[in-house]
């Protein structure tokens, strides 16, 4: 019983990692134009740099998924947390230290130390929570919903110091501070290792069901990425453009926590209505962004996307664990981050790139069509994964 506290005391103390994770995620995002300012390059060359070290948090993605059978969860943990406050503290002397080269440095500093240690967080988060619920899509939303709690208070205290955003910041670094001192009483080495079967064969993984987090997270990034330009053009002064990023941001986040809530209180993360009114969603939003020209069709937009972004990820993450019982979770948490930062990095870059070439006009077909390869794909998989009797396949 002790063992059992103690380990269901960890899974607290992940969640706490996930939240704190999710709060530095979008406080960086308003930053982006104080960034600009104080580094003097443009918003699209920042927006490129960003989307370059996503490139590097991409490869440690795969490096993790080795690194968890050797290292202990409590360490895996303490890594995580410790890189958000270190890179956290190197976004901080971005604005603080006076020169535009040593700005510059720090930023990318910051991103590396990012990328080396924060890549862990989600897939380790989910192996640990669904070994914990035996259940793949439980243990995605119980990640899912504390990240988005921890992105929703990130971007409320963006708004709340959208005139002081440096003391943003310190308020983060103080969270993620009192994350450290809080693991330090949960118990992580009554977690065993994660371990690896030495007869893992990666091919179990289907690859062309990994395409759809590929495109999901393309478009949210391209979406986040574009809304800085947006806000650009709607309103002058940099304090204003922040502001506005985080409290449109907010309201994302909100409707997102709300619709996982809803799901995971009534248990509806498996129905096919809720499925079809996701897809609805997204395909309307789409539209509505390139209809977006005052605050009211912001907000039209943002709710849109975001109720079919509470609910999507969840299904495409649990299917695949289901496609893959005999694959080690890590693998196949790796996998998905892979694919998802992948996406998030080519979103990053395409969106400075679009807007800097004004291409935007061709992204709706793009997006339209991605939509229609993720349902075929998913009707695809979900026909095989019946027809050749997996159903009755537990998760190993």
Same mark, same amino acid.
């Given at each position: ?18 939240? @704190? ?20 390059? %443009? ?68 991103? @590396? ?85 030495? %007869? ?92 977006? %020209? ?73 997006? @339209? ?28």
């Amino acid at each position: 019983m002790s063992s059992q506290l103690k380990i269901n005391n960890f899974t607290k103390a992940i969640s706490c990692l996930c939240f @704190v994770f999710g709060a530095a995620q979008t406080i960086l995002l308003g930053l982006i134009p104080k960034i600009a300012m104080v580094t003097n390059l %443009d918003i699209t060359s920042v927006l490129i740099i960003y989307g370059i070290s996503i490139f590097f948090f991409l490869f440690m993605t795969k490096e993790w998924a080795a690194l968890f059978s050797r290292i202990q969860p409590k360490n895996i943990y303490r890594i995580g947390l410790y890189g958000l406050l270190l890179s956290t503290l190197a976004l901080l002397a971005t604005f603080t230290c006076g020169n535009v080269e040593l700005s510059l440095a720090c930023f990318i500093l910051s991103r @590396v130390i990012y990328a080396m240690t924060a890549s862990s967080i989600i897939p380790f988060s989910q192996v640990v929570k669904i070994k914990r619920f035996k259940d793949a899509q439980r243990g995605v939303l119980e990640t899912t919903v504390f990240l988005n709690i921890g992105r929703l208070i990130g971007l409320i205290l963006g708004g709340l110091l959208a005139y002081n955003l440096y003391m943003g910041l310190v308020i983060l670094a103080g969270l993620i501070l009192l994350s450290i001192l809080l693991g330090f009483e949960r118990g992580q080495s009554e977690i065993e290792m994660i371990s690896v079967r030495q %007869d893992q064969n990666l091919r179990q993984i289907i690859l062309p069901l990994l395409l759809i987090p590929l495109a999901y997270t393309f478009m949210t990034s391209f979406f986040h990425m574009s809304m800085t330009d947006i806000v650009g053009d709607l309103f002058i002064g940099q304090i204003k453009q922040s502001a506005t990023i985080y409290w449109t941001l907010t309201i994302a986040s909100l409707v997102i926590i709300v619709t996982q809530l809803i799901l995971k209180k009534m248990n509806l993360i498996n129905s096919k209505f809720v499925t079809i009114l996701a897809i609805i969603a997204l395909l309307t939003s789409f539209y509505s962004f390139y209809r977006i %020209d005052d605050l009211r069709t912001l907000y039209g937009f943002i709710i849109l996307f975001s109720f079919g972004a509470a609910i999507v990820p969840i299904l495409y993450m649990g299917q695949i664990y289901k496609l893959n019982p005999a694959t080690p979770k890590q693998v196949v948490a790796s996998e998905i981050s892979f694919y998802q930062t992948l996406g998030n990095a080519l979103g990053a870059l395409s969106s400075g790139v679009i807007i800097k070439f004004q291409l935007t006009n061709y992204m709706l077909i793009f997006f @339209v069509a991605l939509v229609i390869a993720a349902i075929f794909i998913s009707l695809k998989y979900n026909t095989f994964y019946t027809e050749e009797g997996f159903g009755g396949v537990t998760n190993g």
